[in-house]
Nanobody
Framework: QVQLVESGGGLVQAGGSLRLSCAAS????????MGWFRQAPGKEREFVAA????????SYADSVKGRFTISRDNAKNTVYLQMNSLKPEDTAVYYC????????????????WGQGTQVTVSS
């Protein structure tokens, strides 16, 4: 079992920045690929970013490419999502997810999920 706890969400003005953190426990963190997803009201959960177990490979949704950066610190069992140049359309609940194997943009491939953290971007 893997337990994931997100933090760092909040209210920010458009153009601002936030950094989300996701602390993992219960398994060897360095063996897990990690992903960030988000879900806005009335919409399906969508992929934001993913990172390989070693941190050497990352992938991003087109909508956040160039603005968001995913990273991880295996010594701290933590994955981060640095969000810059935030837009109102980035408003959503952001979820951290973990899976064995390679990184993936499909939420169905992730077996472990955090409880989510709210990000609200005002215009």
């Amino acid at each position: 079992q893997v337990q994931l706890v997100e933090s760092g969400g909040g209210l920010v003005q458009a153009g601002g920045s936030l950094r989300l953190s996701c602390a993992a426990s219960g398994r060897t963190f360095s063996s897990l690929a990690m992903g960030w997803f988000r879900q806005a009201p009335g919409k399906e959960r969508e992929f934001v970013a993913a990172i390989s177990w070693g941190g050497g490979m990352t992938s991003y949704a087109d909508s956040v490419k160039g603005r968001f950066t995913i990273s991880r610190d295996n010594a701290k069992n933590t994955v981060y999502l640095q969000m810059n140049s935030l837009k109102p359309e980035d408003t959503a609940v952001y979820y951290c997810a973990a899976r064995d194997g390679s990184r993936s943009s499909d939420p169905k491939n992730y077996g472990y999920w955090g409880q989510g953290t709210q990000v609200t971007v005002s215009s």
